[in-house]
């Protein structure tokens, strides 16, 4: 485990030296936002979160599904009537992961600390922001793996159990045993045309049945890295058609919702560039399930009075159904999963 000393920080932190500080930069402040709570396809509306927020008391949690009736049959006049049955869907399992973090701080080093700087080494606060950042960085990252087989997911997520990535050319429908795709097969980019065909796309998904869904009509979500930011708010904010000479109406103004997060871009663990997403935010799929909450505790190690601080929590992100979301890979390659 890392100790913090004196040496670590060098005389001039040290009571007694001359050296005083006007400030302290806290780097962890500007690490720091929780954009789960704050991905919102309405504004103040928390039904529209990107996320939606689950708690529990046991130690897994699933999700099952169930598939509706077949349509109503014309019935002869003295027949019986039709008869059909529900069918059950797939599941999704949460099983909770625990994230621990510490601080541990030498006695000397404690108590030669600058009495006027002790509010900016507060070091419970800056535990929970590195765990809260971690909550972003997870919950972001299931569209890092959007497109990456369940087999090769890293433990902090768990998908749909049809086997499928999350946005697949080949998800499976339970019943009819037909297949469904909610992704670009061509990995088309972000541009005014294609997307419209991402909303066509999220309109006419359907259900294990093959029918239709109430998915797609209301506010939507345009998710993209920060590299597409720009290029997003032009296309669903601009007066008339985005690069387009003509006098049209933009539609997507009032419609469609851009997040823009550094937490899918390049930079990150199988993160992009291109890639893009269009979310009915009243139909989100994804769900943010915690366990136990952020809990810190403080303590005296009694064998070398060393101050310890540290921080735990147990939680799960993942996606109860592939309905709800389209996404690209925007590469202009050809994808198929």
Known sequence: MAVETRATWGDGWIKGYAAKFAEVENQADSAYSLG????????????????????????????????????????????????????????????????????????????????DLEDKFNEA??????????????????FNYAFTAQASLPTTLTFYSDGSPLCSTTHTLKVTGGTHSNASATGIPLTETNLEIARQALRRQVDDRGLPMDIGSGRLILLVPDSLEKNAVTITKSTKRSGTA????????????????????????????????????????????????????????????????????????????????????????????
């Open 246 to 337: 003509n006098n049209d109406l933009n539609i997507y103004d009032g419609i469609v919702t851009v997040i823009s997060t550094k937490w899918i871009n390049s930079q990150q663990t199988s993160g992009s560039d291109t890639a893009w997403f269009l979310i009915d935010s009243m139909k989100s799929p994804f769900i943010f399930y915690k366990r136990e909450d952020s809990i810190t505790s403080t303590y005296v190690d009694n064998k070398n009075k060393n101050l310890i601080h540290d921080i735990y929590s147990r939680w799960q992100v993942g996606n109860k159904t592939f309905r709800g979301v389209w996404g690209s890979k925007g590469d202009n390659a050809s994808y198929s999963s």
């Open 125 to 142: 606060r800056d535990l929970k922001i590195s765990m809260m950042t971690d909550y972003d960085r997870t919950a972001f990252s299931i």
């Open 36 to 115: 789960i709570e704050s991905a919102l396809g309405v504004e103040a509306n928390k039904f529209t979160r990107l996320f939606k927020e689950r708690t529990s008391e046991k130690a897994q949690e699933r999700m099952a599904s169930k598939s509706g009736l077949g349509l109503p049959v014309i019935t002869s006049e003295g027949a019986d009537f039709a008869t059909d049955s529900r069918q059950p869907g797939y599941m999704t399992v949460f099983n909770f992961i625990k994230k621990t973090l510490s601080v541990e701080i030498t006695l000397e080093e404690r108590n030669d600390r600058e009495n």
